[in-house]
Structures are given as structure tokens and as C-alpha cells.
């Protein structure tokens, strides 16, 4: 997929036109390193997986004669069309219901940041309007075609977390810290239930990872760093959701349908990085990664869905071997093999809205949010010119029907007619909300307890402090409400306590004083200060990181001021994985790894006050520097802070000696962050000039930019265009990169900016893959509209780069501004975001 400058301006360059001519560069100053792929790993083995080398795994359900004949049946009845639009499903934010009755579509999802009506905060009677609005579309009557219902995704990965009012369960790594299979069950068919009210039938839950490099923006979606704990809660979570296999109200009633994921081996990639390569032997991938997958389907699980990651440099989404091979031949499942969100786009050959290669490899569900349309006519194109042979095809739609008569979706009715739909009282209802708690306290791991500090005396003077104590967005970390977690607010969470509130309801109830102070200020000395700090939310690649170094310096200075002045100190640390604190540690008399609790912060005091002893064990291994980032247990030369398995409990001995302070390497900056704080981020500068020659400074004639500042000191940069020529201000790489991973999805590339003086001609905001290879948007209007002199945040989604023709797999100047005319701007932040509120519009 290279754009040259001829496919360039075949493109709708109407937006920006003028900008392209000048703009396609011949040779410049970074030539060198353009063409160069981002991420180009040695792969050490071909990617081929040999099935007859794996566990052999016969089927855990009985073959059913009387349904094997009903799907038959109803295929033999479906019009081609019918017949892949059934292997299709899309985004609830880019589909209608009408869409769905005319695309014949099989499902339908709301990924992370869809809801009804566009809302993050839509009430949960909105969920059920719309599954039922879904359903009435695809049960609509269409000729002689027979009516297939529609069937309804989304990820309930800690609790129905995309519900405002629903149960937050602790994420997986909390989980993983009870080794308690039992209670996973338990919390498995909480979470059916919760579903039910809204009329959702399918969670794309369990993640099933086993997580070796904690850089990974996925750790908390992992139970631990090995199989073992994935393996003993998978049958039990699986049964949880979608009930026993025979039993009468397998995936039905109070059940759903549960996914495993994302297969295989996404908790391997080399440097922890999302979406990335597990780069390993066939013998090391099966070793570590099968174990769980195989447990989950003994327990019956009816879809899997396949992993965006590469293994030794084949995308999983094309990996025959793996997916029919292993999964579907060797190990017999017959249940949905799905997509990850246009996964299949990342196989080579392929593209979002045409990809033959993954259905080919096995694939039998698309999930094509955004891409549907184009999809469904590229497949039905390849099932009539045979390039998708009409057999695999029927096998893909079997496979679907199977899932869907199992569940007994044909017979139920609308979904608001189904058991527990529209009760309401079922969200955090108070069952739910006590299982929650229960989990919250069998999840805490104790790491320190100096002169057994804990537990403490509810009676008496308590100190609360700390950014996390009364912030229910931080104890909740991703995937709640919105993807990233961000961008809520306490109004959002109705039934929930934060980890203050539950302090303060049992220091009262015990007649002793909580006090919360933000800043750690006291009047009269406490008798002991609980301080509550951690990871902000973030989800999948946004939480990747250069290293596991947790840097916060108000906190710290925060816990050694309270120390200093001779309060007793607790630290409870919210994270989505094991970081080094070594500071925070030493800081504190007593200190809890907390992981991202949700929405019971009653079971920290549950503990902290002693009502209950200490019972979580860790579930990874405690890095001891800050550049241990892959430290498992069973690994050559294992020497981690705390072993897995490390937990103590109120009696053990809890002093710990002086940690070493010294980080071992300072993080790496934000890849995210392409100017903030008055520079550009690291590896990147601001180049000005004409298109074919930018420089640091290329004198006043047409462009220069000088430090300005906005909050602090020189914390932004005002850049003026003279309309003496055309000119760039440019944010260049010093080597490219590959944002296919962000620009899949709804990023944004979010400027914040103030207008000084209003452009006089077209300007446009670009991306560069390249020598000749650009793209971009006007973005004059949006300026002239923001006035003068006021700030103003700038949304442009990253889609609208990629439909301009930019190649996002090679940017080396993410962020261009040109204009031939006059322009005065101060510039303050340019960042990818997952963004909340207003975005362009690229259409
Ligand atoms: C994630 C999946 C998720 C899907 C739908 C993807 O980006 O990798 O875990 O189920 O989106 O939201
Ligand atoms: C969606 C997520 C999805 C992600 C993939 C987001 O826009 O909300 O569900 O996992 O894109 O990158």
C-alpha cells in the first residue's frame, strides 16, 4: 500500500488540492530513512504452526443430529447475500437497523467507545431499545428468506462495564491475585445477568492472556504471567457466563455467550508492545498460550476470537495453521471463530474492506466496525468468482447459525421479552455489588507491613490523601463506560463507593474521624494517613509503555512529608500491572498493590481496618528495577522484588530494608505526545520552511516560531506564516512510524492551538509517509470559526489521514500545517487521542 504520487492525486484532493502539488517532494534532508518499515522483527520461524504436534482435544459437546439438520435446513434456504452478510458484524456507531435488514447482517457490537445515541453515559433503557430495535430488523420479513436474529457483542470484561449503574468487578489482574476459581464463576454469572437486563447476548470476555512483558497496555486484561491461573479459571468463568453444557439453560435465561481471547499468544509480544510479534518456538507458543483455550472450550465456550498480534511474523488473523489447524481441526471447535476490530485488515494482501485471505485462514465472523459495507461487497464479489469457495463460506454460516439456535436466540423474542431484561434493579444491585466487594478484598496483596501497621483501628484519627481516593474513573481503570476509561465523571457511577467513602463509612461507624485531605494537610496529627495513588486509565496500546518505572512526584512527596512528620503511612497502589516503586516503598510503612479494584472501594477498608485478613497472592512477578519489564517465573536467572506468589498476610513478619531509589532509565517520551510542553516529544523535531525544504530555522521570509507561553513558561510555541509563499511547520521523525494501530480505531489527532491572526488562504493539516507520500485535510474553516484569541481543541480523526491516501504505516512527519497565505497560531499541545467530544468531520 504505497501511495506514490500518482495514486495521490487520483485521491479526492478536493480538500486540499494545492497543498498535494507543492507538497510532493522529490528528494529532502531525512531521505535516508524513508522506506524503512517501522517494525521489521527477523522472524525465526515461518509461522506455521504443525497441528499434529498439539494436544489432541475431543469435542466436549455431543454431536446433535436434530440441530446439525436445522442449520442445513435454513442454509439451504439463505440467498448468497444473506449468506455473507451473515459473517459480517459492525459497529452499533457506523450501522442502523436498517442496515441490518438490508445487509442481512449477523451481528451487530459496540466496541469501546459506541453506545446508543452516541452518548458514553446513555442509560441503560437505551441499550435494551436498541438490541430490540436490532433484532426487529433482522427478524423482519425479506421475501422467502428465512429470519436469522441478530445476534449482539460487546465487551463486558470487568462487570457490563459500558452500562452506567452496572457492577465493576476488579479487572483480570485483581482477579488473578484471589486464586479463587470459584468466585470467577460466580462473577461470571453476575455478569451474564447484568448483560441480560440490556439485551446483550455475547461478551467478548474472557481475555485469556498469559501476559510475559507487564509493558504491555494490556496486563490488567491478563489473570497472571502463567498459564496456570488462566487454566483453573476459564472453565469456571466460561460456566459462570453461559452455564453448564446439557443444562437447560446453557446460554440462555440468566446466561450468554463468552468469548476467549484473543487467540493466539497476544500476551507475548516481543517488548510487551500491542498488536505486536510473539516471536518464540511453536513447542514455547503451545506451552505457554494453549493451556487456558483448551480448558475454556472443554467448559464449552462458543466463540474465540482471534488475536491482532503477529507470531514470528505472520498475522494471526491469516494463520490457517493456527486457526484451522489447531483450533478448529486438531482441538474439534465448532462454536464462532471472530475478528478483532478490522484485525483481519493487518494480513498482508489485505485491507479493511477486502480480505478474502482471513475466512480463507478460517475466520467465520468479520468484525468490521466501520468497514462493513465495503466488506460485504468485496466478499460477495470473491464468493462469486469463486475466490471463496462456497463451502467454506457455508461452514463460516453454520458455525454462526450453530452458536445462535444453541443460545435459542430463533425462539426467544425480542430481547426486551427475554428473562431478566429491563430489570433495571439488577445493575449494582446489591448482590452484585457485595460479590464485587468480596473480590476486591481477596484481590489486595500485602508487600510490606512495618511493625504490623495494619490492620489499622477504625477508632481513631484517619488521614485519606492521594489523587486515587476519591476518584472512581482510577479505581476503574479501562474499559469503563468509555475505551480508555477517561472522560467520566462521579455522576457516572451511581451505585458505586470509592475507596474514600468506604474508609470514611467505617471509621465513622467505629466512632473514629476520616478526614480526606487532596494535599495531605492535617490540623490535628493523625493517628495514621492511608494514601492512594497509581496508574491513570488507559486501555490496549495506549498503555504500552518503555518501561515499568512508575514516576509521580507529588505522591511521593506527598507520603515522605507524612512520614517525615511522623504519621504512620498505608500506600494503596492502583495499577493495571507490577511497577517499580521502589521510593513509594520505602516511604511507606505499609504498602498494598490494590490493581484497578472498580466500583467496591468498601473492600479496601474491608481489609486496611482488619475485618478481614490479607488473602491475594501476586499474580506477576514485582520488578526490581525499573527496566525489569519481562520477569516470569521459571526464567533463567529469575530475580524479581516480590516472586509471584508473594503476598503476606497481618501475621507475617512485614519489614522490608531500604530499597534502592535509583531508576534504572528514565521512560522514554510519550509516543503519543507529538509536541506538549513546549517541544516536540522525543525522536521528533519542529522543522519549518518551504514543503521541499524544512529547517530548524529557515529565517523569517516566509515561517518562523518562537516560544510562548500558555499556563507556564514557555510550555507552548507561536508559529507565524508571512504569505510571502507557501509554508510548513512540521513535526518530522527522526525515524518513521507505523500508526495503523492508532489510526484503526477512532483516535484523533488533537491539536490545541489559539488563533492570533485568521488565515487569508486554504490551510491544511497533513501527514507524511514519506518522500511523495502525503495526505491531508483543510482545516481553515475550523479556524476562522475558533475567533481569536481563545483556546480551541482541534479533533481531526486519524481516518481522515488514511482516506487522504496516507500511508500510516511509514509517517515520518505526523503533523504538517500549510498554508500559502498570512496565519498566526500558538500552538500548545498536538496529540493522538482517543478524544472525547467534537472531531472534524473528514466525509
Ligand atoms: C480489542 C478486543 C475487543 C474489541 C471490541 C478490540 O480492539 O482488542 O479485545 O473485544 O476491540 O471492542
Ligand atoms: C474501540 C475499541 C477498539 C479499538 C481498536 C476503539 O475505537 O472503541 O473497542 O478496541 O478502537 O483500536
Redesign the pocket.
Known sequence: MVHREGALTKRNWRFAAYAVSTLILGTYSLSESFGQSASNATAPAAGEAHPATWPARAASIPADPALERRISQIVAAMSVEQKVGQIIQADIASVTPDDVYRYHLGSV????NSDPGGRYNAPAKDWLALADAFYAASMKPDGKLPRIPVMW?T?A?HGHNNIVGATLFPHNIGLGATRDPELLRRIGAATAIEMRVTGIDWS?AP?LAVVRDDRWG?TY?GFGETPEIATSYARPLVEGLQGKVGSSDWLRGAHVIA?A??FLGDGGTAGGKDQGDTQMSEEKLRELFAPPYLAALDAGVQSV?VS?SSWNGVKMHGNRSLLTGVLKDRWNFDGLLVS??N?HAGVAGCTASDCPQSALAGLDMY?A?DSWKDLYGTTLAHVKDGTLPMARLDDAVRRILRVKLRAGLFEAGKPSSRPYAGRYDLLGGADHRALAREAVRESLVLLKNSGHVLPLKPGGNILVAGDGADNLGKQAGGWTLT?QGTGTNRADFPHAQSIWQGIAEQVKAAGGTATLSADGSFAAKPDAAIVVFGEDPYA?FQGDRPDVGYDDAANLALLRKLRAAGVPTVAVFLSGRPMWVNPFINASDAFVAAWLPGSEGGGIADILFGKADFHGKLPFSWPKSSDQTAVNVGDAGYDPLFPYGYGLTFADKGELPMLPEVRAKAADADPDMLFGAGKPGGGRRLLLGRPDELLVNPGPTLISARAADRAAQEDSVRIGWTGAGNAVAAIVQDQPVDLTRQSN?DLALELELKVNTPPTADVSVMMRCGAGCVGGFPIHAALAQAGTAKWTRLAIPLRCFEKAGVDMKRIDAPLMIATAGRLDITLSSARIVSPMGAQLSCK
Open positions: 457490537l459496540n466496541g469501546g457483542g465487551d470484561v467478548f481475555t494490556r486484561e468469548t481471547k484473543h476470537m491482532f478483532d476490530w484485525g468484525m466496525p475505551w490496549e480505531g
